[in-house]
């Protein structure tokens, strides 16, 4: 379940939000996730560097908060969620970070070997509304 106020809590214990952003920046980086992984599966063109930067900024966090010793949360799970517990841990989290920037390069390199170009968002966008038009018999 999507709880920002947890989420700001998170972002708040490594003190680099000041105070009056934290809900915000909590709800811009899970929209921006989402965002992000909808464009993926859609295969939107800026989609992939979206995730990629995000990525670049969790681990630069995760390092961050190792290099301070905090025992925070990485945020990734929510408080109650059993993965959590499981999961628990900075190290852990930026380890696991790093693994996906294997699955990133690996995106990026199939995509230059077969010289494959994401849709242009205009270009869904047109698609979409084609198909909509069709569907519901607004010919025109």
């Given at each position: 379940?999507?709880?920002p106020?947890?989420?700001?809590t998170?972002?708040?214990?490594?003190?680099?939000v000041?105070?009056?952003?934290?809900?915000?920046?909590?709800?811009?980086?899970a929209?921006?996730?989402?965002?992000?992984?909808?464009?993926?599966?859609l295969?939107i063109?800026?989609?992939?560097g979206?995730?990629?930067?995000?990525?670049?900024l969790?681990?630069?966090?995760?390092?961050y908060?190792?290099?301070?010793g905090?025992?925070a949360?990485?945020?990734?799970f929510?408080?109650?969620?059993p993965?959590?517990?499981?999961?628990?841990?900075?190290?852990?989290a930026?380890?696991?970070d790093?693994?996906?920037?294997?699955g990133?390069?690996?995106?990026?390199?199939?995509?230059?070997?077969?010289?494959?170009?994401?849709?242009?968002?205009?270009t869904?966008l047109t698609?979409?509304l084609?198909?909509?038009r069709?569907?519901?018999g607004c010919?025109?």
């Amino acid at each position: 379940m999507y709880d920002p106020l947890t989420f700001a809590t998170i972002i708040e214990a490594y003190g680099i939000v000041s105070d009056g952003l934290t809900l915000l920046v909590a709800v811009a980086l899970a929209s921006l996730e989402v965002l992000g992984a909808m464009g993926l599966l859609l295969d939107i063109r800026g989609s992939l560097g979206v995730i990629a930067g995000l990525l670049a900024l969790f681990i630069m966090i995760l390092s961050y908060g190792i290099w301070m010793g905090l025992d925070a949360d990485c945020g990734c799970f929510g408080p109650e969620d059993p993965e959590a517990k499981a999961f628990h841990g900075l190290r852990s989290a930026l380890y696991r970070d790093l693994l996906m920037v294997i699955g990133i390069i690996c995106l990026y390199l199939w995509r230059y070997i077969r010289s494959a170009e994401p849709v242009r968002m205009k270009t869904f966008l047109t698609m979409c509304l084609r198909k909509i038009r069709m569907g519901c018999g607004c010919h025109g």
